[in-house]
């Protein structure tokens, strides 16, 4: 298994317990429009994203970041980082 694919299944499981809509989890899923999550969801999702890969994503990064594909991408940046 790549990086980039293990990082891409730890983020997906991840997003699991806040996927309340139960759709599909994909590289082009949104966190906003896709998955319906306020700012408070994605704080606490970004949370657990920090502490499960040991890195820190700034507010800057997380504006730009609206789906899983840049986040996985990120994520493997920071951790490389």
Do not use: C, H, Y
Not at 36 to 46: H, I, K, P, Y
Request: hydrophobic fraction near 45%; avoid cysteine.
């Amino acid at each position: 298994m790549t990086d980039r694919a293990d990082t891409d299944a730890r983020v997906k499981a991840l997003i699991e317990p806040f996927n309340k809509k139960g759709i599909a989890i994909a590289d082009d899923t949104r966190f906003a429009q896709d998955l319906e999550w306020d700012s408070l969801t994605v704080l606490d999702f970004v949370a657990n994203v920090e502490d499960e890969f040991d890195i820190l994503i700034t507010m800057n990064q997380q504006a730009e970041i609206e789906n899983v594909g840049q986040l996985v991408d990120a994520v493997d940046k920071l951790k490389a980082a």
